[in-house]
């Protein structure tokens, strides 16, 4: 499992494709409020990989992460 950033589409004004100062506020407060670690950008999510065989995942499913099968490459705090 690896953090993953919040991607810079929130600072683009729908209605004119064009960044703007309201999107850059919000993008500066997640990064202040959740930063991705060692860097500046704001920390989204977690991303992970879905590994067995003859295993399927679908909408509506529970699904429960109970152990990782790998080091993490990065700690997250």
Known sequence: MLPCERC?????????????EP???AFATLAMMN????????LFG????WQGEDTSLGVGDVFVARESTQEP???IP
């Open 35 to 42: 930063p991705l670690p060692g860097t500046a950008k704001p």
């Open 8 to 20: 810079a589409v929130i600072t683009v004004d729908p209605a004119l494709g064009v960044r703007d």
């Open 46 to 49: 977690i991303n992970a990989t």
């Open 23 to 25: 999107g850059r506020a």
């Open 73 to 75: 490459r990065e700690e």
